[in-house]
Every structure is written in C-alpha cells, then in structure tokens.
C-alpha cells in the first residue's frame, strides 16, 4: 500500500514537472527571436558552451528584462557562402525579429574573393530585410597577412553595406580582446572565456536601440 502511495505521488510531480516544462516551450517559442548567425567566434570554439558570448547574451536579455529568444545558428568554420546557404532555411524556421550577422572571419583567413564576401553578405542583409527582421553587422578586422590593400578591403565590406543598407555596425566585434594575448586561445584566433563579457560588452550598445520590452 505504501509503495502505490509513494508511486502515485511520484506520477503527481512528474506530471507538474511535464506541464511546467510545456508551459516554457510554449513560452519560448512566442518570444520574438534573435537570431545568430555566425563561425566559430559565436560557436563558442573550445569553450564551455555556458560561457560563450551568445549564452551571455540571453542571460543579459532576462536580467534586464528582455523576453528575446536567442538562437545560435553559428557553425565553426563556417564561411559567408556557406552562412548564405543555410541562412533562408534558419528565417524559416526561426522568424527572427533581429538577426546578429558575425561572419567574414574565414573568408579573410582563407584570402577568398572580397568581392564574393560582400555578395553573400549583401544577400543575408536583403534576405533578412525581406523577413522582416532587424539586422545587426558585426564588422572584423583581419592580419595583412595577404597584404595591407587585401586587409583594408575586407574590413570596408562591412563599413560599406552598414551605410548601404542604415544597418547598426560594430566596427570591431574582438576590439579589446584581439590584441590582448592572454584573452587569445593558444592558436591565437580565437578568446578565451574571459574575453566573452568583453565581447557581449561590444555588442551591447549596437544592440540595445533594436530591442523592445517583452515579456
């Protein structure tokens, strides 16, 4: 009798438990969405995944009231050719109300066309306009290790379609980190956990005039 009691009871909480847990899906998914789409700079490349930038993020959003749904679409490795082919079916999906756009870091890496870059780029930013959705340019900087001319073409994409488009740019996502080695991982591309804040903290203010109270 006394184990049909405690089995009957222990049915009780999971089902509360199971019902809690369908009420945060539910709300959840009504939230608007932001939507990430990003390489290894946001896939949080040989860190703990609770530490990376995008976590910090959606913890930041809750704290400050902000009822944003945050998804983290990046891949590392990924290229902008690569991001402009998944990124129709992640609109679809997610229909975000804002998308983070941090990409360009491995075509620079690999000396791809700058030309081809901006294409895909130009493509994400008109893709997302047309779902209506907010855009935000995360801009990069990358060595002159195929020269100065190449370099400083790469960085003028992002100057070049922020002002094009009237899209918020951060002109630097890793300024304040790229440069401080004890804020780099061993292989020197990529911050460690204690650069992550840092990150957050560039973006932050590019961001904030997107965002409305929602709860």
């Given at each position: ?17 199971i019902a ?25 490349y040989g ?169």
């Open positions: 009798m006394f184990m049909l009691k405690f089995w009957k009871r222990g049915c009780k909480v999971l089902l509360v438990f809690l847990a369908l009420a945060i899906e539910a709300r959840s998914s009504d939230a608007p969405a932001i939507l990430v789409m990003g390489d290894s700079l946001s896939a949080g860190l703990k995944v609770e530490t990376g930038w995008v976590v910090l993020l959606q913890r930041r959003l809750i704290s400050k009231g902000y009822g944003y749904h945050v998804i983290d679409a990046s891949v590392s490795g990924e290229t902008t050719g690569g991001a402009r082919t998944r990124f129709p079916r992640a609109l679809q999906l997610h229909h975000p109300d804002i998308v983070i756009l941090e990409l360009g870091g491995n075509d620079g890496l690999r000396g791809l066309p700058i030309a081809q870059m901006k294409t895909n780029l130009r493509a994400m930013i008109e893709a997302a306009r047309n779902a209506h959705a907010k855009i935000l340019l995360l801009g990069m900087n990358i060595p002159p290790n195929y020269g100065p001319e190449y370099a400083g073409q790469f960085h003028r994409v992002y100057v070049d379609l922020a002002q094009q488009y009237q899209v918020p740019l951060v002109d630097f996502f890793l300024a304040g980190v790229a440069l401080t080695p004890q804020l780099m991982q061993a292989d020197g591309i990529h911050p460690t956990a204690e650069a992550q804040p840092r990150l957050l903290d560039n973006i932050w203010p590019v961001l904030l005039p997107l965002l409305q109270k929602v709860r």
